[in-house]
C-alpha cells in the first residue's frame, strides 16, 4: 500500500514530445480526449509513492479541459523542444495557465527535448534565463535520458518542503487536512474521475539541472 498519492501533470507545445518521453518509461496509457493518463510507483527513502500523472495534449482547442487538470496538482512538468523556438517561447504561456490555477504549492521542472535528426537551437544561456525567471529545475533529454530521474527529483523537492511547510499543501490530491494520505481508502474521490471527458547554472547533459 502506498504512502503518498502526488498529482502530476505534463504540459508543453504539442510536437515537443511529450508523450514519447512518458512512452518509453510506461507502456500502458489510458487514454482521454485531450488528456491521456497513467500511474506508476517509485520508492524515495523508503517511502511508497503513488503518481497519477496526466499528459495533456499541446492543442489549445482542449485548453479548458486541460485547465481543469491544474486544479490540485502537485507537480507540473513543462516540455519544450530545443529544436523549436516557439515552443520554448510559450513556456511563458503554459507557465502563467499553471500559476492560474490558484495552488497554494507546485513543484515544477522543465524538460527540454532532443529531436533526432534535429539540431539544438535554443542556446543555454536562454534557459538559464528562463528557468531563473520562474526558478525552474531544468533536464535535457536525450535517447538516453529516462523521465523517472525528473519524477524522483520533484518527489523529494515536495517530501522535503513537505517537512517545512506543510500549510501549503491543503487541498492538494494526495493530502487531507494538510496531511499525506496513507491509507487507500482515504483517497475516495479521485479513482471516480478516470473517466472520459468531453469536448540557475547547467549541469551534466542528461539529469542536469538549472538551481
Same mark, same amino acid.
Given at each position: 500500500m502506498y504512502q503518498f498519492l502526488f498529482k502530476f501533470v505534463i504540459v508543453g507545445d504539442k510536437n515537443t514530445g511529450k508523450t514519447s518521453l512518458i512512452k518509453n518509461y510506461?507502456?500502458?496509457?489510458? &487514454?482521454?480526449?485531450? +488528456?491521456? @493518463?497513467?500511474?506508476?510507483?517509485?520508492? #524515495?527513502? /523508503?517511502?511508497?509513492?503513488? #503518481?497519477?500523472?496526466? =499528459?495533456?495534449?499541446?492543442?489549445?482547442?482542449? *485548453?479548458?479541459?486541460?485547465? +481543469?487538470y491544474f486544479k490540485n496538482a502537485i507537480g507540473v512538468v513543462v516540455v519544450f523542444s530545443l529544436s523549436d523556438y516557439q515552443s520554448f517561447?510559450?513556456?511563458? @504561456?503554459?507557465? /502563467?495557465?499553471?500559476?492560474?490555477?490558484?495552488? =497554494?504549492?507546485?513543484?515544477?521542472? *522543465?524538460?527540454?527535448?532532443?529531436?533526432k535528426n534535429y539540431s539544438k537551437i535554443i542556446s543555454d544561456e536562454d534557459i538559464k534565463k528562463?528557468?531563473? !525567471?520562474?526558478? *525552474?529545475?531544468? @533536464? !535535457?533529454? =536525450? $535517447?538516453n535520458f529516462i523521465i523517472q530521474n525528473c519524477f524522483i527529483k520533484m518527489c523529494n523537492n515536495i517530501l522535503c518542503d513537505f517537512k517545512k511547510k506543510p500549510y501549503l499543501f491543503r487541498n492538494l490530491e494526495g493530502f487531507k487536512n494538510n496531511m499525506p494520505i496513507l491509507v487507500t481508502?482515504?483517497? #475516495?474521490?479521485? =479513482? /471516480?474521475? #478516470? +473517466?472520459? $471527458? !468531453? &469536448?540557475?547554472?547547467?549541469?551534466?547533459?542528461?539529469?542536469c539541472s538549472i538551481s
Open positions: 510506461v507502456n500502458t496509457i489510458i &487514454p482521454t480526449i485531450g +488528456v491521456d @493518463f497513467f500511474s506508476t510507483n517509485i520508492i #524515495l527513502d /523508503n517511502k511508497d509513492i503513488k #503518481l497519477h500523472i496526466w =499528459d495533456t495534449s499541446g492543442n489549445r482547442n482542449f *485548453l479548458n479541459i486541460i485547465s +481543469v517561447n510559450n513556456i511563458d @504561456f503554459w507557465i /502563467n495557465q499553471i500559476n492560474s490555477s490558484n495552488n =497554494d504549492y507546485k513543484n515544477i521542472i *522543465l524538460i527540454g527535448n532532443k529531436h528562463k528557468c531563473y !525567471e520562474y526558478n *525552474l529545475i531544468y @533536464f !535535457e533529454a =536525450d $535517447e481508502t482515504d483517497y #475516495l474521490n479521485f =479513482d /471516480n474521475d #478516470l +473517466v472520459d $471527458e !468531453e &469536448p540557475k547554472h547547467l549541469c551534466c547533459k542528461n539529469y
